[in-house]
């Protein structure tokens, strides 16, 4: 038995292994079922960019393990990079800009942007990432999304591309994580709120 104290102020550490394993309520997406709708979104992502190069940008944390998956399925030239932010909000109401805690290293200028996201939620950070990118001007800017919650939007933001629409339910697994944990699940499941 292992046993993880109040890690940080608020966030609740499971306490055994028979309580982590309690809070997986139950398979959404399987392995095969992710890997089979990357295979068509990279496709369609060869087709849209015929052969021109792209910079995938991905949304730290939750997105690494979609990154990863998408930039070996996708054929074109293509870079990556990273970026970490961060919402304020005020109700439906952006509090001003978005806070990056860490910005690309890239000049998007140059490039077509492809945005690789785990999970479109209440649609607040995308919505102001894809903003803040937009007064970058990339010569073309494209969301991806693995999921998709339109049920949970509270601002007007819309994919170019989701792989998955699900319920209103809390996700883990797949680079999605609970307190941290989960992400490296290699399928999406629903997290026990009991
Ligand atoms: P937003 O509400 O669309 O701004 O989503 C913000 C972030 O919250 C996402 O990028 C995820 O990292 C996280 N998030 C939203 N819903 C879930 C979920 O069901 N499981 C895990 N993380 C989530
Ligand atoms: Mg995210």
Redesign the pocket.
């Known amino acids: 038995m292992w046993i993880f104290e109040i890690h940080k102020k608020g966030v609740k550490r499971v306490k055994n292994l028979n309580e982590f394993h309690k809070k997986i309520k139950r398979v959404l997406i399987t392995e095969e079922q992710i890997a089979e709708a990357i295979k068509i979104a990279s496709k369609r992502i060869d087709a849209l960019y015929d052969g021109r190069p792209i910079l995938l940008v991905s ?1 730290l ?3 690494f393990v979609f990154m990863a998956d998408i930039c070996r399925a996708v054929t074109v030239p293509c870079e990556i990079g990273f970026m970490c932010a961060k ?1 304020y909000y005020a109700g439906t109401v952006s509090a001003g800009a978005v806070k990056i805690t860490m910005d690309l290293e890239q000049d998007i200028s140059k490039y077509h942007v492809v945005i690789v ?12 990432v894809v903003n803040l990118l937009k007064t970058r001007n990339p010569i073309s800017l494209e969301v991806i999304t693995l ?1 998709d ?1 339109p049920s ?4 007007d ?1 819309k994919a170019d591309m989701a792989l998955f629409t ?1 319920p209103d ?4 697994g797949y680079g ?3 307190g941290e944990y989960y992400r490296n699940l290699s399928y999406i499941a629903e ?1 026990s709120e009991e």
């Open positions: 949304i944390k939750g997105a919402s996201e785990d999970i479109i939620d209440t649609g607040r950070t995308l919505n102001d999921l919650k949970r939007r509270v601002v933001f699900i339910h809390f996700v883990i999605l994580d609970c997290y």
